[in-house]
């Protein structure tokens, strides 16, 4: 017969029990039936519906292809086929099940579930609890898709419970009687675990364990607690156990607030001293407090304080690996046309060698930037800055820069582009000023007007593959020449970097203090040809003349010399595939190489490769800087690091890196990894060394992660290729707490 979608108020149904039901049903939702044959036993009060039969009721729907509800006891049983629909989405799947009316509680058998994004969870029978809770037995729990060929055959991993109980209210999975399977074999019992809903993005508990070995440590294990304290605040508690040193205690607290945030992370270790380490008598340890907050729409207030209690104490246990440690507080202010900032900015040096009395306090420290809009007439900008320097040993200085300039571009009808400026800048200091070792005035003071000329010539052709575009420029910068007088502090300008790109800067001193003065003429020619495919090729070439030399200009920056050295670069672009840059500078004379940069990466799927090679000539000796090639003394430094890395099959992958000091012939760092990734587990191992600079034995580390989906996350770390530096976590990566502790 045909279907019968008919809607039956339970209360009203026929029958004698009508009148009975009408007291508790009162208030209550009606049942929806849909089924193709539906039937009423008078004498039993029962009600059967068959084919394809849904029962609705207060959001829940009861699929089935039998539903035998019996009105005396309140109790309907379903069989073939089963599927519940909460009001939320979850869906449960069982071979039969016996519900009470409102379809909130019951027993069920061979029960099935569905949970989150994909996590399955099924068990041989169990009971339903007011809608919100499901106690099991004998169940399975798996985050695992089912393999396509062979359904039955048991997935990556699984976790199997003498009983489950899952919390739809708390939002919580608790196993009892446990049993961890990787491809069908048990590798770990537990009496209690617990792990939060696989939708669930914050919740608190136990994180799963980061695993390693490290040089000056042991082995390593790391067992992160969150607690997840409100929706904008967690806190994240890091016990670290050093098998062969002690024990580290780290942690962080991050509060999200309207219109600002505040992150304190810190740690404390009782680690056995060795001799040749720089560390004092007392506990060791680190504090780091960041925050902002924005007073308002133009006004924002920031700082930061980062201080640990010795040099290498924080690479030591693998929370960082920088060489100097930022301090400082700031306002900002945002406007029209121009920005605002006060504050101040301290440091903690941290490399071998560095006297901490090096590194000035400038306080208070001060810029203000405005840029006037376009105009036919051209734009204004205006610039103020300074800053009041503070040493523990006696030198001191004070200085203020007060700069302002006009610059106008024009492009005539043939194409040529004109371009000019001018610009008067007064420097204004006080105190200790030593430069060069050479000590000057308390007092001084400076004026340096300038002017500068530029034009450009742009041609362009080519065919139907092919576009060509060549580009001439040229620029004269006029300003008066140095001075005895001008024996201002270099503060921030110790290491200039002479490129193509900043071959027509006016000024290429990269920070406040350094100022280029006198005359000189700049040339160059850019070029690039793109061609069909996605590539193209990027060039250009310069160079800087001046009067005479240019005592502004550290020796051996290729801007010491009246006659400056060549600079270019090239850049190879080849679709998404490959991509190639190569910087240089080349002496004036013999056009040999002084500085030679060059960076290739290759992406041809499953394979990937990135190299960077680079050479200096005649690089004067100066205190290293981080993220620059290790070698702190020679003219001469040659290097080369490399990535190499590439897919296995589907899930596996390896990678591996190399750095070498090919000036030395001394290996730098060296590491490799193994990688295997599916929708389900991820399993990271990476051996990492890295060989000390000035001798000494190497740093080994090893890290391990493993991470089952839904079952806890772990704090990531910088990767294979950073083994053993701990990366500062987000809250997705704590997102899944796991306990195994009652």
């Keep these: 017969m045909k279907a019968l979608r008919v809607l039956l108020l339970l209360s009203l149904a026929i029958g004698s029990g009508a009148a009975a039901q009408t007291g508790a049903d009162a ?9 193709d044959r539906l039937d009423f036993d008078r004498e039993r009060n029962v009600v059967t519906a068959e084919g394809n039969v849904e029962l609705a009721r207060e959001g829940r729907i009861l699929r089935a292809d039998r539903v035998a509800l019996d009105r005396t006891t309140g109790v309907a049983r379903a069989d073939g086929n089963v599927t519940l629909i909460e009001p939320d989405g979850e869906v449960l799947f069982a071979d039969s099940v016996e519900l009470t009316e409102d379809l909130r509680d019951g027993f069920v058998e061979q029960f099935k579930a569905r949970l989150g994004t994909g996590s399955r969870l099924a068990a041989s029978w169990g009971q339903l609890q007011g809608g919100t809770r499901a106690d099991l037995n004998q169940a399975v729990y798996s985050a695992c898709e089912p393999c396509g060929e ?7 991993w699984q976790v199997k419970a003498r009983r489950v109980t899952h919390d739809r209210v708390q939002r919580q999975v608790t196993y009892r009687d446990a049993v961890l399977e990787m491809w069908g074999v048990p590798v770990l019992y537990t009496p209690y675990l617990s792990h939060p ?26 067992t992160p607690w969150f607690w997840n304290i409100a929706p904008n605040r967690d806190a994240t508690f890091i016990p670290v156990i050093a098998a062969e040193r002690g024990f580290v205690g780290a942690g962080e607290y991050r509060h999200l607030y309207d219109g600002g945030r505040l992150e304190v992370s810190g740690s404390l270790a009782t680690l056995d001293k060795v001799p040749k380490e720089r560390a004092g008598s007392g506990p060791r340890g680190h504090i780091r407090l960041k925050g902002e907050t924005h007073a308002s729409d133009e006004w ?8 640990t209690s010795d040099d290498g104490y924080l690479d030591l246990v693998g929370f960082d690996g920088s060489e100097t440690l930022p301090s400082f507080a700031e306002a900002e202010g945002f406007f029209d046309r121009g920005y605002a900032r006060v504050g101040a900015f301290d440091v903690q040096e941290l490399r071998s060698g560095i006297s901490g009395d090096k590194s000035p306090l400038a306080a208070p420290e001060f810029l203000y930037e405005w840029q006037g809009r376009p105009s036919p007439d051209g734009a204004w900008s205006m610039r103020a800055a300074g800053a009041a320097l503070h040493r523990r040993r006696d030198d001191e200085n004070q200085r203020v820069t007060l700069e302002g300039g006009w610059r106008l571009e024009r492009f005539t ?7 000019v400026g001018a610009g008067l800048r007064g420097d204004f200091a006080h105190g200790d000023l030593v430069r060069e070792n050479t000590a000057a005035d308390d007092n001084n003071a400076r004026l340096l007007p300038q002017a500068s000329a530029g034009w450009s010539y742009l041609l362009a052709g080519g065919m139907e593959d092919l576009q060509l575009t060549v580009e001439p420029r040229a620029q004269v910068v006029l300003g008066r020449n140095s001075a005895d007088a001008d024996e201002f502090p270099m503060e921030d300008n110790r290491a200039v970097e002479f490129e193509f790109d900043n071959l027509f800067a006016v000024n290429r001193f990269p920070g406040l203090d350094g100022a280029e003065t006198g005359q000189r003429v700049d040339y160059g020619l850019q070029t690039s040809l793109h061609g069909a495919g996605d590539w193209h090729v990027d060039a250009g070439i310069g160079q800087s003349r001046r009067q005479k030399a240019n005592r502004d200009a550290p020796p051996g920056s290729g801007l010491d010399t009246a006659v400056s050295d060549i600079v270019g670069r ?11 840059g190569y910087r240089f500078r080349l002496d004036k004379d013999d056009l040999t190489a ?8 290759v992406n041809l799927d499953p394979l990937y490769f990135d190299a960077r090679y680079a050479r200096a000539v005649g690089v004067p000796d100066r205190d290293p800087v981080p993220d620059q090639m290790e070698k702190a003394e020679g003219d001469e430094r040659e290097q080369i690091d490399f990535i190499l890395g590439g897919k296995m099959d589907m899930k596996w992958s390896a990678f591996g890196r190399y750095r070498r000091d090919l000036d030395t012939g001394r290996s730098l760092l060296g590491g490799t990894g193994l990688k295997y990734e599916d ?9 990492e060394r890295e060989y000390k600079v000035a001798g000494g034995d190497a740093d080994n580390r090893v890290t391990v992660r493993l991470v089952f989906r839904d079952l806890g996350n772990i704090p990531a770390t910088q990767g294979v290729l950073g083994a053993g530096r701990r990366a500062q976590t987000t809250p997705s990566a704590r997102s899944s707490p796991i306990s195994a502790s009652e």
Excluded at 413 to 419: A, T, Y
Excluded at 573 to 579: D, I, L, Q, V
Excluded at 594 to 601: F, K
Aim: hydrophobic content about 35%; some cysteine.
């Design 27 to 35: 208030g209550r939702e009606p049942f929806l039936f849909q089924a």
């Design 150 to 156: 062979d359904p039955s055959k048991a997935p990556v």
């Design 197 to 222: 809903d696989p939708d669930v993005t914050r919740k608190t508990g136990f994180l799963a364990p980061t695993v390693g070995h490290r040089s000056g440590l042991g082995a390593r294990v790391e």
């Design 300 to 307: 924002r207030l920031r700082g930061e304080f980062y201080r």
């Design 413 to 419: 009808d043939g194409g040529h582009r004109l371009e």
């Design 570 to 580: 090239i850049g190879l672009t080849a679709g998404e595939m490959t991509s190639l």
């Design 594 to 601: 002084r500085q030679t940069a060059l960076d290739l990466s």
């Design 679 to 687: 929708e389900c587990l991820l399993f990271e191992a990476a051996f």
